[in-house]
């Protein structure tokens, strides 16, 4: 059997034991509503056009913090690689925050922001960055001298060799690191979102909650989840496959 | 003398962070288009040597004079082919050839002279390929282009059909050897199979071992094609296999001598 076939069934049959619970009223819709009320809360959640807002504002502050958090990465991964010193002393440091849920920052973050977006974005940010910055540091260290060896022969020296040699030879290394930070700064916005101020999936999550809208507290958690495994999986599963296949470290 | 090697020593530092001479007192010339085989056992240093003439790696002492300059760095004048084709996955097979090529000429006249080289290693096909569509004995080829496309007076290779089969490997004997009669390029070449060097070669440097030294200079003097000349060729073997056994048998009996004692 196909795995997607398995896959279908298998959500089918959690789907239809759901269902048919909440109908023999196994358990209150309140501790958990059944897949149809889920849904109506879901269609109206699209139709009245909030979750569209909550989508278009969480992605926003996504595409900030996570687009700041890669260019930070980069570049303190690239000085991590490159001098000693730095790695010796800074490096150390970002061990250690790397090991630190983000989330933590966030009442430091709303002390020096105020309690908005900004906040927020710092927290999705920090999420990403540090993971982001350890892998392009090892994808650096890790060129293989073979090519370092062969474009001296052919002239190549200093930025010359940085930029078309050994740059694009740690871009494998670059995606891994690309794939965690977003998973990191998904989570990071969500928590920041759940604990902080709207619009967003997350802020939506807490309101429902706090008017015990539990049909709209599972629907949002579906989106979130959805979202993440989609665009792991498309998108970056992908692009992580193709550019190893590519840089022959995986057949 | 177009390639001088004079004096040329070099020492790794061991464990113990003693000097460990690896080779000694290496001195040897070649002429301009000339094909010279270096040959020896594994771990005698032909490697290094040949990375020194490279400029990848510094003598420890004694000088290199290519064309009557020192070399002191890696330059376009000495092109280099490793055991490992060394391409760069991310570059499509043109773009691996014009690599070198980049910075003094347009773009189109660089994929010219890509396209030539790759025409003589019969791979003008493959332009748009990925090396990891290629097979081995392709990617060395490309490899091969790739020097010769930067116009190099000397090629240095370093074991560069080791890592392929017989039969590829015969192939590649005979392209090499074409190349060298078109375009008249000085050529180094390391390898460690005594049948290659007399197949290829004009002359035969072999090395022996611990410290790396020059133990013999053998002219190869066989008109080509060689597939002719089996007999004299098998006689040059014997010859050749004579000196090295006393190598590879001083190599042996140090680490039995080794063993015993730790
Ligand atoms: N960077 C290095 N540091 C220490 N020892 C080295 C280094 N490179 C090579 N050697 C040693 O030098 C010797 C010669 O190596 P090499 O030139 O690669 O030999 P070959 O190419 O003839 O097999 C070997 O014993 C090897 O262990
Ligand atoms: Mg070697």
């Given at each position: 059997m196909q795995p997607a076939v398995k896959r279908i069934i298998f959500f089918a049959a959690i789907i239809a034991f759901w269902e048919i619970g909440s109908r023999l009223e196994l358990w209150m819709p309140i501790i958990l509503p059944s897949p149809t009320m889920v849904w109506d809360a879901l269609v109206t959640g699209f139709e009245d056009k909030t979750l569209i807002y909550d989508l278009a504002a969480s992605f926003k502050r996504l595409a900030i913090g996570l687009g700041i958090s890669l260019v930070i990465g980069m570049g303190l991964g690239v000085l991590l690689a490159k001098s000693k010193t730095a790695d010796e002393t800074l490096g150390t440091v970002i061990l250690a925050l790397q090991s630190v849920p983000s989330i933590v920052w966030l009442p430091l973050a709303i002390m020096w922001f105020g309690m908005n977006e900004k906040a927020v974005i710092f927290v999705v940010v920090l999420g990403g960055a540090f993971v982001m910055t350890l892998n392009v540091r090892v994808g650096i260290k890790n060129v293989s001298p073979l090519y370092i060896k062969a474009a001296q022969t052919m002239g190549a020296r200093g930025w010359d060799l940085f930029a078309r040699v050994i740059f694009p030879a740690s871009i494998p290394y670059m995606v891994t690191g690309a794939r965690l930070a977003w998973a990191f700064a998904w989570r990071a916005l969500m928590a920041g979102e759940l604990l902080s101020t709207g619009p967003g999936l997350g802020y939506t999550l807490r309101y429902a909650s706090d008017f015990g809208n539990m049909s709209l507290v599972i629907g949002v958690m579906i989106i979130i989840g959805v979202i993440g495994s989609i665009v792991d999986q498309l998108i970056f599963q992908r692009v992580e496959k193709s550019v190893l296949q590519r840089w022959g470290l995986e057949s | 003398m177009f390639i001088t090697i004079n004096q040329v020593q070099k020492q790794y530092s061991d464990k113990n962070n003693q000097p460990v001479d690896i080779l000694k007192d290496i001195n040897l010339t070649v002429q301009k288009g000339e094909f010279v085989s270096i040959l020896g056992?594994?771990?005698?240093g032909k490697s290094t040597l040949l990375s020194i003439v490279a400029g990848l790696t510094k003598a420890t002492s004694g000088e290199i004079l290519v064309n009557n300059i020192k070399i002191t760095k890696p330059g376009k004048d000495r092109g280099m082919v490793f055991q490992q084709a060394a391409l760069f996955p991310w570059l499509n097979v043109m773009e691996n050839v014009t690599f070198p090529l980049k910075k003094e000429m347009s773009k189109k006249q660089a994929e010219e002279q890509a396209k030539k080289h790759l025409q003589m290693v019969q791979?003008?096909?493959?332009?748009?390929?990925?090396?990891?569509?290629?097979s081995g004995g392709m990617q060395q080829r490309v490899a091969i282009a790739r020097a010769l496309a930067m116009n190099p007076d000397t090629l240095l290779m370093d074991e560069p059909f080791g890592a392929l089969d017989e039969q590829t490997r015969a192939r590649l004997h005979g392209q090499l050897e074409n190349i060298w009669t078109e375009t008249k390029k000085t050529i180094l070449f390391v390898t460690h199979s005594i049948s290659e060097s007399i197949k290829l070669s004009d002359r035969i440097v072999v090395m022996g071992t611990k410290p790396g030294t020059i133990i013999q200079d053998i002219k190869v003097d066989l008109p080509r094609p060689r597939e002719k000349y089996k007999k004299e060729m098998l006689e040059i073997e014997d010859h050749i296999m004579g000196y090295l056994k006393r190598e590879i048998d001083k190599v042996v009996s140090e680490e039995l001598s080794n063993a015993a004692s730790s």
């Open positions: - | 056992p594994s771990g005698c791979l003008g096909n493959y332009t748009g390929h990925y090396p990891h569509e290629l």
